[in-house]
């Protein structure tokens, strides 16, 4: 079984009127098939750059990256994508938010059979109801949830999330952590999740990768082994409190404040 | 209750507006070569009924026809704008210069063009003086797009035009129904422009000026009437196409 993801040495850089902006350098990133792998780093130093890479919707001006045992040279329809903003469309009702990426994506089900997945994935998110209402009828948490939902309708192997919740309320967010581990333990999606929050990171990844500042790599990478069905309780055990320690300690070193040394 | 404030509201203000207009002529003693009162102008739209209908279907048909081609040329060139920086830094001082020239000026230079071909003089003035606002409400439409938008789409091998067609396109709906808005009226004063300035014969613009030649004032303001009527009703096509349409986004004002 190839490698879902993997990143082999890229380096990128942004042409600016200022010159080159080099972003990534020599990133080194491998996740396992329907593994979750939480991205944490300072803010600007690539992150979203690196969910872009990945997606196809840039390539890297060197190194390489490798999708499900291919090399990564334009978008394809095996990626789903959530972004902060939930990007609904106004004039489409939820459910047709949701249908979107099935009407791209070549697929062999019928309209009744779209609807049916779309709707199953919505009662699972808990938006059952609220199909035929319009986005801007939601809150910010559902709304979000809708993008979810419409970002996995079309089963894709790799789910790419960029601070999905990170314009959300403390409690709405963690609603969300919740409606994420119940939606991995129906789908089989392998997910890359950038996030600012480490308990984030913690309660959802298997694996946490630290950048370092802009040009980013990877600093460190920590294993989360607090097992599977987590409750908001397992992070204030006495393992999760020392790798949000460490996480911290990490953040810190990647934003030059903290000396690289004090780190293992 | 919503269609006693949509109709019944209207129609009583242009009643109250009628009759205070017939009260400070009225009241003021004002001969009608002066200002003509609301009871003088209805003898003058009966005795010329037949004209008007003829003439006011020849200037709503240019109007049309110059508004259509707003439409399409203004939507290209938005298109061309919206997605390319360098097309759109490149044509932007050409069109403003453009829409800055008084297009009273034009209008001899194009029946001298386009000597004998009163139509086609009339709605190439009607098209010039509406596409502008078309042409920049789309481009800035398009070209304000949240990347992430595009990203939705793009991520799973869209093309271009697909996104274009799902997304940017009904995005940019309410920018361009604002647009036509104006430019409805802007072809509609194109048209009479033409008819006035240049008179061949057509069009209710002439028949204002046939009223000036022959000092028929109530006709004179028969005609501005009409005009105003047929401008009010080009405009709530416009909002009616607007409703089905771009209705969503009325909805997300609320
Ligand atoms: N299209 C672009 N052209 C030039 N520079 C860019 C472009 N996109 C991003 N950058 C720059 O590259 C750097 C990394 O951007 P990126 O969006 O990947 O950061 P990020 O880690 O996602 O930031 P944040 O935490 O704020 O989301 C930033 O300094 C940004 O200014
Ligand atoms: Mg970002």
């Known amino acids: 079984m190839p490698v879902p993801i993997e990143l082999r040495a890229v380096s990128h850089a942004y042409k600016t009127d200022s010159g080159p902006l080099p972003v990534l350098r020599d990133l080194n990133i491998k996740m396992a098939e329907g593994s979750f792998t939480a991205v944490v780093g300072p803010s600007g130093c690539g992150k979203s750059t690196l969910t872009r890479l990945i997606a196809g919707l840039m390539r890297p001006d060197e190194g390489q990256v490798w999708l499900g045992g291919e090399i990564v040279t334009s978008p394809r329809a095996t990626v789903g994508m959530a972004f902060q903003n939930p990007v609904l469309l106004e004039w489409r009702s939820i459910l047709q938010n949701v249908m979107l990426p099935l009407e791209i994506v070549k697929n062999k089900l019928s309209k009744s059979q779209r609807e049916d997945r779309a709707r199953q994935l919505l009662a699972l998110v808990g938006l059952e109801g609220f199909e035929d209402k319009r986005p801007s009828e939601l809150s910010g948490g559902m709304r979000q ?99 949000l320690a460490t996480l911290r300690h990490q953040i810190e070193v990647a934003q030059g404040r903290a000396p690289a040394e004090a780190a293992e | 209750m919503k269609i006693f404030r949509k109709i019944a509201v209207p129609i009583l203000a242009i009643l109250i507006f009628l009759a205070l207009w017939e009260w400070l002529v009225w009241f003021n003693n004002w001969p009608n070569y002066k200002m003509a009162s609301p009871s003088d102008l209805w003898p003058a739209f009966w005795r010329f009924r037949w004209l008007f209908l003829e003439y006011g279907w020849q200037t709503l048909w240019r109007t049309v026809a110059g508004l259509g081609l707003a439409v399409v040329v203004g939507t290209l060139i938005g298109m061309v704008m919206g997605f390319s920086r360098t097309v759109r830094e490149g044509l932007y001082p050409l069109l403003v210069g453009f829409n800055a020239i008084p297009k009273a000026t034009v209008v001899p230079v194009i029946a001298l063009i386009f000597v004998g071909q009163h139509d086609m003089n009339t709605i190439l003035i009607a098209f010039m003086i509406s596409f502008f606002p078309i042409a920049v409400s789309v481009s ?104 089905v349409f771009a209705g969503w986004a009325e909805r997300t004002a609320h």
Not at chain 1, 171 to 190: A, G, I, K, N, Y
Not at chain 2, 147 to 158: N, V
Not at chain 2, 193 to 218: R, W
Request: aromatic share 10%; glycine share 6%; proline share 4%.
């Open chain 2, 140 to 243: 800035i439409g398009l070209s304000t797009l949240e990347p992430e938008y595009r990203d939705i789409l793009r991520s799973l091998g869209a093309s271009q035009f697909i996104v274009f067609w799902k997304i940017a396109l009904p995005k940019t709906l309410p920018e361009f129904f604002g647009a036509l808005k104006v430019a409805v009226t802007l072809a509609f004063i194109g048209t009479n422009l033409m008819e006035i300035v240049e008179p061949h014969g057509k069009g209710l613009g002439h028949l204002f000026d046939s009223g000036k030649i022959n000092a028929d004032y109530p006709l004179m303001f028969a005609v501005l009437i009409a005009l105003a009527v047929l401008g009010i009703l080009l405009f709530y096509i416009v909002v009616a196409l607007e409703k």
């Open chain 1, 145 to 243: 949830r809708a993008s979810l939902c419409r970002s996995i309708v079309h089963r894709p192997q790799v789910l790419i999330l960029d601070e999905p919740f990170g314009a959300l309320d403390a409690f709405t967010r963690e609603d969300l952590w919740q409606t994420m581990h119940d939606l991995r333990s129906e789908e089989p999606f392998t997910c890359l999740l950038i996030t600012h929050d480490l308990r984030e990171s913690v309660f959802l990844a298997d694996e946490v990768v630290v950048l370092s500042g802009r040009p980013a790599t990877a600093q460190y990478k920590l294993t989360v082994d607090l097992g599977d069905n987590r409750k908001i309780d397992d992070l204030y055990t006495a393992k999760a409190v020392d790798m």
